[in-house]
């Protein structure tokens, strides 16, 4: 069986404009606490996502869009003043292409009217989210057709409704998998340090009514030696013309894992996500962040103060570890040429 959408299978919001105001799910304090908060400009909205209120590349793309419009207010007019918002804002995280993605569109936009609209920055901003959305359905469609019923998969990080526009990128065929009755069992890996695995989307498929383990990111290899996985799925930050993907890091373990265990490795993104222009993993700039996100994960100490830290947040799984990517284009398969 297939799984037919229908809108409430879209998932929830969690990033919210109506036009004059931006609302983000403060998603540093799932599961425990539900807060939203204002971001009242470009430069909140820079800050939301690099403090991770805001996380996940299609939702860190759609909060710039819609950032992008609360600016075009606040400028009135001034073409020049916008696009320094615009140059900063692109700055928040460098990672993720959805980002810049997005502020180049709402850019081309303002270039080709040759003045700054904020209705129109509007509607493109919101054409941007909508198109997540059926990016998202469409994905999550494709990618579950290609799971055996009665499967076992393993994730990482969190790729649902809170890190996109809809249903998700992975956790979107992995929720139409399990309610098209082919995917028996799902494991979410924990995703050190901010925990994205125990804390979004554990939450995020209970919501769903999907059944989950959490395990931890050491349990990997044990859980596919036990067979009870057979497929591991996963997002992406930015996948180059050649199909190296740049995804929370642990996924590249992952995936070397996979293929040690002869199982099959799954990436789903939007086209939004690709970027031809890079050809290799290597050109992608990976992400360090502050050594204090180790020392207190979950708000423990974990670790003695002060020390250092190595603390890249993404890292690259080479093309020839992933067996298919799906885009709401279609169903890739090595070797991949995306232009
Ligand atoms: O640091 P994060 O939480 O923004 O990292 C998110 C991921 O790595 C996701 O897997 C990726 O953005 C895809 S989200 C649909």
């Known amino acids: 069986m297939n799984y037919k959408f229908s809108e409430q299978d879209d998932g929830f919001q969690a990033i919210r404009f109506n036009g004059q105001r931006l609302q983000l799910l403060d998603q540093r304090r799932l599961p425990a606490e539900e807060v939203w908060l204002d971001v009242n400009s470009a430069d909140q909205a ?27 207010r606040q400028r009135d007019g001034d073409v020049a003043g916008w696009q320094a918002d615009m140059a900063q804002l692109e700055q928040a995280r460098p990672t993720a292409v959805n980002l810049s993605w997005a502020v180049g569109r709402m850019c081309r936009q303002v270039e080709q009217s040759g003045r700054l609209d904020p209705d129109a920055l509007a509607a ?13 359905r469409r994905m999550a469609t494709l990618g579950s057709e290609l799971i055996e019923p009665g499967a076992g998969v393993l994730t990482h990080c969190n790729t649902g409704s809170l890190a996109t526009g809809g249903i998700g990128t992975a956790l979107g065929v992995i929720v139409a998998g399990a309610r098209a009755g082919r995917i028996a069992q799902v494991f979410a890996d924990e995703t050190r340090p901010w925990l994205q695995g125990s804390r979004l989307t554990a939450w995020e ?7 989950a383990k959490v395990v931890v990111e050491g349990a990997a290899g044990a859980l596919m030696a036990s067979g009870q996985v057979q497929w591991i799925i996963t997002g ?16 590249y373990n992952l995936a070397v894992l996979a293929r040690h265990h002869g199982l099959r490795f799954m990436v789903v993104a939007p086209s939004t996500t690709l970027d031809p222009d890079l050809e290799s993993g290597h050109d992608i700039a990976i992400e360090q962040r502050d050594p204090a996100e180790i020392w207190r994960a979950a ?35 090595p070797p991949y040429r995306f232009s």
């Open 299 to 333: 708000g423990l100490e974990t670790a003695p103060p002060g020390g250092a830290a190595w603390n890249p947040v993404f890292d690259i799984t080479p093309s020839e570890l992933v067996d298919v990517i799906v885009t709401e284009q279609g169903v890739f398969r």
């Open 236 to 251: 992406a930050d930015r996948i180059t013309a050649r199909g190296d993907v740049a995804n929370k890091i642990g996924t």
């Open 205 to 211: 498929l209970a919501r769903a009514g999907v059944d």
């Open 124 to 136: 493109l901003a919101l054409s941007i989210h909508r198109d997540d959305i059926a990016a998202n």
């Open 46 to 72: 820079g800050q939301a996502i690099a403090d991770l209120v805001v996380r996940g590349a299609p939702a860190i793309g759609i909060t710039a869009a819609y950032a992008a419009v609360l600016a075009a």
